[in-house]
Antibody
Framework: QLVESGGGLVKPGGSLRLSCAAS????????MTWVRQAPGKGLEWVGR??????????AYAAPVKGRFTISRDESKNTVYLLMNSLKTADTAVYYC?????????????WGQGTTVTVSS | EIVLTQSPGTLSLSPGERATLSCRAS???????LAWYQQKPGQAPRLLIY???SRATGIPDRFSGSGSGTDFTLTISRLEPEDFAVYYC????????FGQGTKVEIK
């Protein structure tokens, strides 16, 4: 199970940190991914954190690269999405997912999402 | 970046009918890396198909996936009332990309 938190209203240029708490599986190896969905729009991949055995590296979509950072705290079974220099275009529901936990190369466990609104 | 284009944008069908959804990639995608998701209003997406043709855990067998290269298809053999939703294809990569979605609505 994945439970996101930390969403809310923030002004353009501001920062926000989202959390995604995992339970029911070992947190060390799974790849963890963030996906967002703007109001009335489709799904957009934000970025991923690879598992420890795969180097623990991160990758980001072009629109957020340099502004967003994914990290994880294995002791808390939690992955974070730190969002800086927020823009109105970042307004969306943010989902965290596992990637390849149960099904190869697929986003297979999803949280319920947390809403981020960037507005003055 | 691989662009996925889904068609049609909206599919209007009746319960019991067959639904055929298309996903076309801008360049060849390994079948291993093609997945389909279902999303209902107000809910998170749910994985249906991975590896282009393998059903995810708990997915009924009326859902099937096929295709290779640049052309992939999701078929729902007989629509149940709970199948009316938006469906997305997705390719695994860096970056991952999604199609824009196909809405299956009740006719």
């Amino acid at each position: 199970q994945l439970v996101e938190s930390g969403g809310g209203l923030v002004k353009p240029g501001g920062s926000l940190r989202l959390s995604c708490a995992a339970s029911g599986f070992s947190f060390i190896d799974p790849w963890m991914t963030w996906v967002r969905q703007a109001p009335g729009k489709g799904l957009e991949w934000v970025g991923r954190s690879r598992g420890k055995k795969d180097g623990g590296t991160t990758a980001y979509a072009a629109p957020v690269k340099g502004r967003f950072t994914i990290s994880r705290d294995e002791s808390k079974n939690t992955v974070y999405l730190l969002m800086n220099s927020l823009k109105t275009a970042d307004t969306a529901v943010y989902y965290c997912t596992t990637e390849g936990l149960l099904h190869l190369a697929a986003m297979d466990v999803w949280g319920q999402g947390t809403t981020v609104t960037v507005s003055s | 970046e691989i662009v996925l284009t889904q068609s049609p944008g909206t599919l209007s069908l009746s319960p019991g009918e067959r639904a055929t959804l298309s996903c076309r990639a801008s360049q060849s995608v390994s079948s291993t890396y093609l997945a389909w998701y279902q999303q209902k209003p107000g809910q998170a997406p749910r994985l249906l198909i991975y590896g282009a043709s393998s059903r995810a855990t708990g997915i009924p067998d009326r859902f099937s996936g096929s295709g290779s290269g640049t052309d992939f298809t999701l078929t729902i053999s007989r629509l149940e009332p709970e199948d009316f939703a938006v469906y997305y294809c997705q390719q695994f990569g860096s970056p991952n990309t999604f199609g824009q979605g196909t809405k299956v609505e009740i006719k």
